[in-house]
C-alpha cells in the first residue's frame, strides 16, 4: 500500500513536470532563434555623387526605384518605378535592370544582364549617379526588429544542452509509455533508443559536418518529432517504426534542401524542371492513385503507400519563390499561376479537399507577397475562379462535413463522431493529461493523423497541446523577422510561405479535429502519423532555415562560443 | 526587399486568426469541459471500472442508494424494492440508461476536474457525492403499486420544485442486472427507458383538462353552455362515444363525469387554432428540461386531421394527442400554483446553485388556473373521494384518464393533479399501461406514494 502510494505520487508528479518541462524547451528553442545575430549596420553605402549624402544599403538584395516601397528611393523623373536591382551574391555586389526605361549604368556603360560593381564604382539610373562605398561610413544607429532581442541581452542555451533537455523530456515520456494502466514492458526503449541515435546522429552531422552554428530550429522539429513517435509507440508499434524511417529521409531530404538553394540563382534554372517534376507526380498519382478514405490521393509502391502531394507541396514553395530581380518578371509569374491551376485543379479532382486548400490558401499567401501593381487584378480573378472550381468540387462527403459542422453533440454518433470523442477526450485529459498509452482516443479511426491533436491532449494534457500550437506561431513570427534579413527574396517568400502553409494546415487539423471548421483530414506537422507528410515537414522546414543568414554564413573550424 | 517584408504581414494575418482559434478553443474547452466530459462513450468513465472511485448517492433523507465498498464494488441500496424502483433514476454500473444519474453525472460522481482530468490514480483522486431530492421509501410503495404493470409515477413539489418520486417499470435490479436475450425480451421491453421523462403515452381525458382550458379562454359563454349526452354524438357523420348517457349538463358536470359529447363539441366550438394555441401554451410540443435531462415531447398536432371529427378525438385526448408523465406533473403544478409552474430538479445541490425555486414559463392565466383548480377540486371531492381514492388524507384536485390504444389493447390509465396542503404541495401524474380504468388502475399508485410521503 505504502509502496502503491509512493509510486501513484511519482507518476503524478512527473505528469506534471512534462508540461512545465515542455514550455521551457520551447522558450529555448526560441530564445535562441531571438538573439541577435550581426548588428544593425548597412552592408555597403551608396553616395549620392556631388554630394556627400550617403544612403546605407541594408539588405542583400534591394530595389531601386522611383516608388515609395523601394528600398532605395530616388527621386528623379527620369527614374522608372521599379528601375534596377542591387544585390549580392557570392562573387560580389551586382547591378540588375528591371525593365527601365532608360536603361541602367555602371561606369557609364549600359548594363544588359546582372553587372558586377565594385567599391568606388559608379551606378547610374536616369540622370541619378551613386558611388558604391564601404558600409562602415554609415555610422547612425538602425532600429533591429521587436522579434530579436538586445545585443547586450544574455545569451541562450548551448545546442547541445537544448539537444539534452529534448532527450530528457523523450525519455520521461518513454517511461511513462513504459508503465500504462494496461501494459508495462520495456518496448518503447527500443523507439526511445533508435529516435535519440537518430537525433543525436543529426546534431553531429549539421554540427560537426556541416559546421552549422545554430540548431533550434531543428531542435524544435526533433521535439515535436520525437513527441509524435513515442505518442505512437501504444497505439501501433508499426507506425513508429515507419515514423522514424520517414523522420530519418525527413532529416537527409532537409540537409539536400538547405544545401541545394544555397545559390539562390541555381534554384531559378532549375525552376522549369521542379515544376514539369511536380506535375508529373500528380498526373502519376491521377492516373495510378489509389483511393483512401473518399480521396484518390494515395500511390501503392509494393508495401509502401505514399502521398505525393505531400511531395508537391516543396515544389510549390520553390517555384512560388524568386529573387528580387526575377520577382517582376511576368514569364515567372505567369509559369507560377498555371502550376498553381495544375495543382489545385489535380487535387480536386482527387477529391483531395484539405491539401487543395491548403495549396488555394498557400497560393494567396505567395501571390500576395510577390505581386506587383498590374498583377494584382490578375490575381484577384484567378483566385475567384479558383474558389469556384473548387466549389464545383465538393463531393459529397464533403459537403455532409459541411452540413454536421458546428452541430458536433447532434451527430455524435455519425457524421461527428470522431469530433466529439476528440473533444471529449481532450477535456478527459485534463491539465496534465492522463499519461502516455493510457488514452482512449487512440482507438477511434485515424485519430493517429487527423485528431492528433486530441491525443497529444488527452496523454500529455493540454498545456503541452497548446504549447505545441503556440509553437507554430512563433516559427511563423520569426520566419517573418528574419525576412529582411535573408539572403535573398527567394529565402524571405519561401520562409514566410512555408511557415504559412504549416499554420494553415495546423489550423484545418486543430479546429476541423475540434469543430471549430469543418473536418478535412489534413496532418498537423511533425506530430501526426504519415510519411510522406513527416518528410515533407522536414523538407518545408529547409526553407525557413535557408532564410536565416547565419546558415550560410562563414563556417567556423571550433565549436562556437556564446559571450 | 522592404516591401516583401510588408507584404508578409498578410503570413502575420494568417498567423494571428490561428492563433485567435486556439484561443477561442481554450476558452471553449474552460467553459464546456464537463459537458465534453459526461459523455456516455468516454472510456475513462464508462469502462468497467468506471464506478470503481464514484462517491454515494443518498436520497433526501440520506439512505444510501449507492456507494463504493472497500473492494471498490459498487452496491446498491439493502432493499431489492427500492433498488428497482430507483433503478432508472439512479442507474446501474453500465451506462444503458442514459437518463439516470450515473450515467449523466459520472463524472462528478468520479470526482473529474478540468486540472486533473480523469487520469489521476484512484488513491490520488476526490470523489464526489450526490444527494437526490427523491424519497427512496415512498418510490418503493409506488413500485409496488404498480405491481406488474408497466407504467410510470411522478411525483414532485410544485413549490419547491423537488422530485419526490420517479418510478419506472419494466425495472430490474441494479445489483444483479439480468441478461437480457430472445427469452425474455418481452418482460424487459423499454426497461432502459425512464418512461417519467422519456416516454409519452396516449393521454385519454386527462386531456380534457386542457380543453377545458381552451374553451374557458376563448368561449364567452362556456359557463352558461349546456350539453346534451346521450350516450354517442354525431360529428361530420362519424360518431364520438360516451360511457354513460350524461343528459343535459354543463361544463363542470360534464369534467367531473368526463363526458366525451360534452368536451367533443368545447373542442369544435374552440376550434383547431385555439386548440393549438392553448395546448402549446401548456406546454405540448415543447421541451422541457429537468436536471439536464430533455423530456420526451407532448404532443399535441393537428397536422393530419381530416376534419370537425377528428379535432373532437383530439380534444378528448385521443387522436394523436401524446403526454409525457412528468410534464403532466410539472402542468398540474402549474395549475396549482395559479399558471405558472415551478420546473422539478432531482439533484439537491441544484436547489443551493439556484437558492429559489425556478419558475418556468407562464402555462394560464391566474383566472383560468383557478376555474381549473375548481373544476379538478370537485371532480376529486364529489367523483373520486366516493370511490375510495384518498391522498394520505390530504384535499386534491385531479383527473383521470383511460386511453384508448388500439383495438387488441386494454386502455392506458391515467390519474394527474395535486394536493391542497401547506405542508405537503404534491402535484403528480402516474400512467399505467394496459391498466384498464384510471381510477383504478392509476389511482391507487399515486395513492400509495403520496400516502407514503404523507405519513413519514
Known sequence: ?563 | MKRIMTRSIFVLVVTLAFFAGVCLLAFRLLTQNEMWVQQPYNGHVASSSGLAQAGDITDRNGEILAHTDANEDRIYHSDEAVRKALLHVVGDNSLNISTAVQSTYRGDLTGYSFIFGLGMPNSLRTNNSLQLTVDAQACKAAYEALGNKKGACVVYNYKTGEVLVDVSTPTYDPQNPPEINEDNEDKYDGVYLDNVVSSSYTPGSIFKIITAAAAIDNVPDIYEQTFTCTGAYDIDGQKITCEDAHGTIDLETAFSHSCNVAFAQMAVQVGEEKMTETATKMGFNKEFEVSGITLSKSVYSLENALGDNQLAWSGIGQFEDLANPMHMAIMCGGIAKGGTPVTPYLLDSESSLFSKAKESEQMLSADTAKKLQDLMRKTADYYYNARGLTMGGLNFCAKTGTAEVGKDKEPTGWIVGYTEDENHPYAFAVAVEEGGYGISAAGPVAQAAISALVNK
Not at chain 1, 514 to 525: A, Q, R, S, Y
Request: charged residues 15%; contains cysteine; hydrophobic residues 50%.
Open chain 1, 1 to 563: 500500500m505504502g509502496f502503491q502510494a509512493f509510486l501513484d505520487i511519482a507518476v503524478v508528479a512527473l505528469r506534471f513536470l512534462l508540461p512545465v518541462y515542455a514550455v521551457v524547451i520551447i522558450y529555448q528553442c526560441f530564445a535562441s532563434m531571438r538573439r541577435h545575430r550581426r548588428p544593425e549596420k548597412p552592408l555597403v553605402t551608396l553616395e549620392l555623387k556631388g554630394t556627400s549624402q550617403l544612403i546605407p544599403v541594408l539588405f542583400w538584395e534591394n530595389s531601386i526605384g522611383r516608388s515609395k516601397g523601394s528600398d532605395i528611393c530616388v527621386e528623379d523623373p527620369t527614374v522608372s518605378r521599379d528601375h534596377c536591382v542591387l544585390l549580392r551574391r557570392q562573387e560580389g555586389w551586382m547591378v540588375s535592370d528591371i525593365g527601365s526605361k532608360s536603361g541602367t549604368f555602371v561606369n557609364g556603360k549600359r548594363t544588359k544582364d546582372r553587372t558586377q560593381v565594385l567599391i568606388d564604382d559608379e551606378i547610374t539610373v536616369g540622370s541619378t549617379t551613386f558611388v558604391l562605398k564601404r558600409g562602415d561610413e554609415f555610422q547612425d544607429e538602425i532600429r533591429p526588429s521587436w522579434f530579436f532581442s538586445k545585443a547586450s541581452n544574455k545569451g541562450s542555451l548551448q545546442q547541445y544542452k537544448l539537444m539534452l533537455l529534448i532527450t530528457f523530456f523523450h525519455l520521461f515520456m518513454t517511461v511513462e509509455a513504459c508503465f500504462t494502466n494496461d501494459v508495462q514492458d520495456f518496448t518503447p526503449f527500443i523507439v526511445f533508443v533508435g529516435l535519440e541515435a537518430l537525433l543525436w546522429m543529426f546534431f553531429f552531422v549539421s554540427t560537426v559536418v556541416l559546421r552549422r552554428i545554430n540548431f533550434e530550429l531543428e531542435a524544435l522539429a526533433s521535439f515535436l518529432t520525437g513527441i509524435g513517435i513515442i505518442l505512437l509507440v501504444r497505439q501501433e508499434m508499426r507506425s513508429a517504426y515507419v515514423q522514424m524511417i520517414s523522420a530519418a529521409i525527413g532529416m537527409i531530404l532537409f540537409c539536400i534542401i538547405v544545401k541545394f538553394i544555397e545559390n539562390p540563382d541555381r534554384v531559378n534554372n532549375w525552376r522549369m524542371a521542379i515544376m514539369i517534376g511536380a506535375v508529373g507526380l500528380l498526373v502519376i498519382n491521377l492516373v495510378f492513385g489509389s483511393v483512401q478514405h473518399g480521396a484518390q490521393n494515395w500511390i501503392q509502391i509494393g508495401p509502401i503507400s505514399v502521398q505525393p502531394s505531400e511531395f508537391v507541396k516543396i515544389a510549390y514553395i520553390f517555384v512560388g519563390a524568386a529573387a528580387l530581380d526575377k520577382l517582376q518578371t511576368k514569364r515567372n509569374f505567369l509559369e507560377f499561376i498555371v502550376f498553381s491551376a495544375i495543382c489545385v485543379g489535380a487535387l480536386a479532382i482527387m477529391g483531395d479537399f484539405g491539401t487543395a486548400l491548403i495549396f488555394f490558401t498557400t497560393f494567396l499567401l505567395i501571390a500576395f507577397m510577390r505581386s506587383g501593381d498590374f498583377k494584382t487584378v490578375l490575381l484577384a480573378l484567378v483566385s475567384v475562379a479558383f474558389a469556384g472550381f473548387m466549389i464545383l468540387n465538393i463531393k459529397p462527403y464533403i459537403a455532409q462535413r459541411f452540413a454536421s459542422w458546428g452541430h458536433v453533440w447532434e451527430y455524435a454518433q455519425d457524421a461527428t463522431y470522431q469530433q466529439a470523442r476528440t473533444l471529449t477526450y481532450i477535456a478527459s485529459g485534463g491539465l496534465c493529461g492522463v499519461g502516455v498509452g493510457n488514452g482512449y482516443l487512440k482507438y477511434i479511426f485515424a485519430s493517429e493523423s487527423d485528431l492528433v491533436f486530441g491525443i497529444l491532449s488527452e496523454e500529455m494534457g493540454v498545456i503541452v497541446s497548446f504549447a505545441v500550437a503556440i509553437s507554430l506561431v512563433a516559427l511563423a513570427f520569426y520566419a517573418r523577422a528574419i525576412t529582411t534579413r535573408s539572403r535573398s527574396t527567394f529565402y524571405s517568400i519561401s520562409a514566410c510561405c512555408a511557415a504559412g502553409l504549416m499554420i494553415i494546415q495546423s489550423s484545418l487539423n486543430i479546429f476541423g479535429a475540434t469543430d471549430l471548421l469543418p473536418l478535412t483530414g489534413v496532418t498537423l506537422p511533425f506530430i501526426s502519423a504519415g510519411g510522406s507528410s513527416m518528410i515533407s515537414c522536414w523538407g518545408l522546414l529547409a526553407f525557413i532555415k535557408a532564410a536565416d543568414e547565419r546558415t550560410y554564413a562563414a563556417k567556423r573550424l571550433k565549436p562556437h562560443r556564446e559571450k
